[in-house]
């Protein structure tokens, strides 16, 4: 009977055939990888933190000026009390209405306000599409290395390189292509997932100002 053996290559195998090359591309990639890791959860964890936040202040600070439309103090003392990024907006739209008693000057203070706090919130986002872009272009570096490797081994032998002597600059083609496909794939994705959570926070707050400059306004 006849014996099939197969040899099994791990990712660690195929790496370290590919060559000097394929190790400092893979770790460069690996590099970019667990910078995207760490944004992306970094980001996450803080995006959770304002979703868990009270945002009831704004019914509280609404019904405050209902009773006393004059009362901005104590308005601002409400929003000093709470984290939510919108109490900041509020805040600061209050302080302003209480110099210049005109609502003009308010809205503005309030979107001047919310642009820093818009810039917080996306803060290293763009990293994350940075690199998913990047990466793939790193790996196809790799790709071409690996294949100036292997054209040039054929060179070396007048053109009767046998496939053991091509195989480094193979290795170094295959595997960083897909490294960098995998890096950019996974950044690309938690990009837009991040881009998505922060259109959806944003959307709140502006709802909150336009809420807060309603009640204002009457």
């Known amino acids: 009977m006849f014996q099939i053996q197969s040899n099994s290559l791990s990712v660690i195998d195929m790496i370290v055939n590919g060559g ?6 893979i770790l460069i990639l690996f590099a970019l990888l667990m910078l995207a890791v760490y944004i992306y959860a970094e980001r996450t964890l ?3 933190g304002l979703l868990k936040l009270d945002s009831g202040f704004v019914d509280d600070l609404n019904k405050e000026l209902r009773r006393n439309s004059m009362n901005v103090q104590k308005a601002i003392t409400i929003c000093k009390k709470s984290d939510h990024p919108s109490a900041r907006i509020i805040r600061r739209g209050l302080e302003r209405f209480k110099d210049k008693n005109e609502l003009g000057p308010t ?23 940075t690199i998913s872009g990047a990466a793939p272009m790193i790996g196809f570096l790799g790709t071409v290395i690996g294949m100036i490797i292997a054209f ?5 032998s007048g053109g009767q390189a046998e496939m053991a002597e091509l195989a480094s600059g193979i290795y170094t083609a ?18 837009n997932h991040l881009v998505t959570r922060t259109q959806l926070i944003v959307h709140d707050l502006e709802k909150k100002a336009s809420e807060f400059l ?4 009457k």
């Open 107 to 129: 809205k503005t203070a309030i979107e001047n306000e919310a642009q820093f706090v818009v810039y917080g919130l996306e803060r290293n986002i763009n990293i994350l599409a």
């Open 46 to 48: 803080t995006f959770n």
């Open 214 to 217: 309603e009640e204002l306004d």
């Open 20 to 25: 000097a090359g394929s190790i400092i591309i």
């Open 174 to 191: 295959m595997t960083t292509t897909v490294g960098g496909l995998i890096v950019g794939i996974l950044s690309y994705i938690g990009y």
């Open 152 to 156: 040039h081994q054929m060179a070396n």
